[in-house]
């Protein structure tokens, strides 16, 4: 069974940067993207970033754009979260996701399974690593 672990959480002052890091071990049929979500106290979770391997795609969040990137390494093991200008609205736990994302990326209506930043088009999350911005 495919399994999610994040590592690379902390804390870092405003302006600060970090990298998570989400090693994955077995496979999950029909599964062909992974993303990063994160949830903060009160708030519902929130797609940050994906990344659909067969064609390249990365989509983004409007929080994020220019200052998070996704990636992947060579053999797929390992997803990365690069995270840079990190604000206090940045605090929050990330979870690392896998799941079966539409070709149509974000064509596909927001929300719906498919939408590569919508929670129902992933079935494996990882138990989440912390991330502290203070000001």
């Known amino acids: 069974q495919e399994q999610l672990v994040e590592s690379g959480g902390g804390s870092v002052q405003t302006g600060g940067s970090l990298r998570l890091a989400c090693t994955r071990s077995?496979?999950?049929?029909?599964?062909?993207?992974r993303g990063w979500f994160r949830q903060a106290p009160g708030k519902d979770r929130e797609g940050v970033a994906a990344?659909?391997?067969?064609?390249?795609?990365?989509y983004y969040a409007d929080s994020v754009k220019g200052r998070f990137t996704i990636f992947q390494d060579s053999t797929e093991t390992i997803v990365y979260l690069q995270m840079n200008s990190l604000k206090p609205e940045d605090t929050a736990t990330y979870y690392c996701?896998?799941?079966?994302?539409?070709?149509?990326?974000?064509?596909?209506?927001?929300?719906?399974?498919?939408?590569?930043?919508?929670?129902?088009?992933?079935?494996?999350w990882g138990r989440g690593t912390q991330v502290t911005v203070s000001s």
């Open positions: 996701v896998s799941g079966s994302c539409s070709v149509a990326g974000r064509l596909v209506p927001t929300g719906r399974r498919g939408d590569p930043l919508a929670p129902q088009t992933y079935n494996r």
């Open positions: 990344v659909y391997p067969s064609n390249s795609s990365r």
């Open positions: 077995g496979y999950t049929v029909g599964n062909n993207c």
